[in-house]
């Protein structure tokens, strides 16, 4: 059996000699003001360990991760209803792309890019003002954490309403098709703070348990049905690194979701929920480092969806 520890701390070592760190997002002014030479990495394994590396403690801008939390609320709220007005397939575009919206008839392709997650929005607040949807919201990942101390950095929320032209695009494009029912600066206002939810590798890694339980809150209780989780992790394996999701599926091989802030969480069902985070992305608009990081963690530990678990694994 891999020793998880030292394999951390052999990444993190690994990381920081690296140069080629990628270029931190600058459309949202805020964002562009972090500090590419962080790399952070932390693993919750199913048996209730949680280790870590580098800057697992530091906070960062949870972004697009955010759309896994948001999706799994909007499916508790509307069930399978939501498939109606989001799609389940790969884009093959950019996060915030909108050449798919006029031939799909406002229909986005899935709920991990922009617009679909837009439409989620939209779903979760469920005819309420932005600060209910923002705080059942906020209130969903200290649940799934059990730390009351995550909070949404109000300057990246208002950095991204300054300069969000293109999602205010994609929004308004959505209601002309009828497939947004709240005005569109509800809908924005909603979607930008909960991209703005600040998380450290150590708090990610925490959230993502549900999806390696089939489910289950480490603390007792269910999150979402075995079948649900099971569903979430093959949207993230499918949808989940916007147009490089085929390339990440092929490198990595395990279910992810990436942020324009850098981060990337990760789940190994029945094994791991896995965070890293580097604020430099690469072409795609994913963390450069983060991806390595996680190539070489499946490389080493052998953890893959598409091969079985190793004896003692
Ligand atoms: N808030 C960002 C946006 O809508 C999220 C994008 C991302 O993390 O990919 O542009």
């Known amino acids: 059996m891999v020793d998880l520890a030292a394999l951390i701390a052999d990444i993190a070592v ?17 964002l562009a003001k972090i500090d590419p030479a962080h790399f952070g990495i932390a ?14 403690d530091t906070a960062f801008s949870i972004q697009s991760i955010s759309k896994v939390f948001a999706l799994t609320l909007a499916l508790g709220k509307v069930g399978d209803q939501l498939w109606d007005r989001v799609g389940r397939e790969p884009s093959g575009n950019a996060f915030n792309s909108i050449v798919q919206l006029e031939q799909e008839h406002g229909i986005p392709r899935n709920p991990f890019i922009n617009a679909g997650a837009i439409v989620v929005s939209d779903v979760n607040l469920g005819g309420h003002q932005p600060r209910v949807a923002i705080g059942e919201m ?31 695009a994609l929004a308004n494009y959505m209601r002309a098709f009828g497939n947004l029912r709240h005005p569109v600066d509800l809908v924005l206002g909603t979607y930008f703070h909960q ?27 269910r999150v979402v049905s075995p079948g649900r989780a099971r569903r979430i992790n093959a949207l993230m394996l499918t949808c989940g690194h916007y147009d490089a999701s085929g390339d990440f599926a092929f490198r990595v091989g395990i279910p992810g979701k990436s942020g324009v802030g850098g981060g990337i969480l990760a789940i190994v069902p029945g094994r791991a929920s896995i ?27 052998g953890w893959s969806v598409f091969s079985p678990p190793e004896e003692g694994d």
Do not use: K
């Open 138 to 168: 906020l209130r969903f990942v200290r649940y799934l954490t059990g730390d009351d101390s995550i909070a949404i950095n109000e300057d990246v929320a208002a950095s991204e309403t300054g300069t969000g032209f293109r999602n205010m």
């Open 195 to 221: 991209c703005a939810i600040e998380m450290s590798c150590r708090q990610l890694a925490l959230a993502g348990r549900y999806l390696m339980l089939d489910g289950r809150h480490p603390d007792g209780g």
């Open 14 to 30: 690994a990381m920081a000699a690296q140069e080629e760190r990628g270029q931190v997002a600058s459309y949202i002014p805020e």
């Open 275 to 301: 965070a890293v985070w580097s604020p430099g992305l690469n072409d795609n608009g994913n963390s450069q480092l983060g991806t390595q990081a996680l190539e070489l963690l499946a490389r080493r530990t």
């Open 43 to 56: 693993i919750a394994t199913a048996d209730g360990r949680l280790l870590a590396g580098g800057d697992a």
